[in-house]
T-cell receptor, first 113, second 114 residues
Framework: GNSVTQMEGPVTLSEEAFLTINCTYT??????LFWYVQYPGEGLQLLLK?????DKGSNKGFEATYRKETTSFHLEKGSVQVSDSAVYFC????????????FGKGTLLTVNP | GAGVSQSPSNKVTEKGKDVELRCDPI?????LYWYRQSLGQGLEFLIY????????KSGLPSDRFSAERTGGSVSTLTIQRTQQEDSAVYLC????????????FGQGTRLTVV
C-alpha cells in the first residue's frame, strides 16, 4: 500500500537557519505529493503541492521538488522565522482515490529567536 | 461559518461509553472527510462523504465506528463502547470537489478514553 516516511524530529533551529525536512514515499504509479502545516491552535493547512515528477511546489519561502527517481519530496526553506514554528506533514494522494490523503507522522519544528 | 467547525474541542469519556463527534463543514462543500491522529501515528483516513453518501469508509477501524451526514452538511462520527486505543485527535475536512488537496481542515476533537 501507499506510505509516507518523514523525519520525526523534533527539529529546533535558530532564526534565519536553513531548514530541510526529509520525506520519502512508497506508492505505485504517480501520486500527487503535498506538505501540510499545522500552526499552534490551528487546523491543518495545505502549504504546497506537486502533481508530477520534477514539479517544484513553493509557498511562503518553502520549496519541495517531486523526485521520482528517489521517491522523495523534501521540504526546504532558506531562512526560517519564529513564525514558522509548527508541525509539518508530508502526504500523498493517488489517482482514482485522490480524495484520500496518506500522511507521514509529522515533524515538529521550533524556531528560536 | 468561515471554516470547518468541530465540536467538542475536547472530550474525556469513560471506557465503554459511546461518544459523538460533530463536524460542520464549510457551506457549499459537498465532500467531507474524517481522519484520526493517534499518539505516535500519522493522520489516518477514516471515511469520505460525497453529499450524504459514503463511497469510501474503508478506514473505519472497527464496527464500533460509524458516521453519517445529513442534508449534505453536518456530519457525526460515533464511536460505540469506547476503548483506550480510541484516544486520538479526530479531524474533519471538507472540500468543494473531490480533490484532497483542496480540503480545509477543522481544528479537531481531542478524545481521551479513561
Amino acid at each position: 500500500g501507499n506510505s509516507v516516511t518523514q523525519m520525526e524530529g523534533p527539529v529546533t533551529l535558530s532564526e534565519e537557519a536553513f531548514l530541510t525536512i526529509n520525506c520519502t514515499y512508497t506508492a505505485t504509479g504517480y501520486p500527487s505529493l503535498f506538505w501540510y502545516v499545522q500552526y499552534p491552535g490551528e487546523g491543518l493547512q495545505l502549504l504546497l503541492k506537486a502533481t508530477k515528477a520534477d514539479d517544484k511546489g513553493s509557498n511562503k519561502g518553502f520549496e519541495a521538488t517531486y523526485r521520482k527517481e528517489t521517491t522523495s519530496f523534501h521540504l526546504e526553506k532558506g531562512s526560517v522565522q519564529v513564525s514558522d514554528s509548527a508541525v509539518y506533514f508530508c502526504a500523498l494522494s493517488k489517482g482514482g482515490s485522490n480524495y484520500k490523503l496518506t500522511f507521514g507522522k509529522g515533524t515538529l519544528l521550533t524556531v528560536n529567536p | 461559518g468561515a471554516g470547518v467547525s468541530q465540536s467538542p474541542s475536547n472530550k474525556v469519556t469513560e471506557k465503554g461509553k459511546d461518544v459523538e463527534l460533530r463536524c460542520d463543514p464549510i457551506s457549499g462543500h459537498t465532500a467531507l472527510y474524517w481522519y484520526r491522529q493517534s499518539l505516535g501515528q500519522g493522520l489516518e483516513f477514516l471515511i469520505y462523504f460525497q453529499g450524504n453518501s459514503a463511497p469510501d469508509k474503508s478506514g473505519l477501524p472497527s464496527d464500533r465506528f460509524s458516521a453519517e451526514r445529513t442534508g449534505g452538511s453536518v456530519s457525526t462520527l460515533t464511536i460505540q463502547r469506547t476503548q483506550q486505543e480510541d484516544s486520538a485527535v479526530y479531524l474533519c475536512a471538507s472540500s468543494i470537489g473531490q480533490g484532497a488537496s483542496e480540503a480545509f481542515f477543522g481544528q479537531g476533537t481531542r478524545l481521551t478514553v479513561v
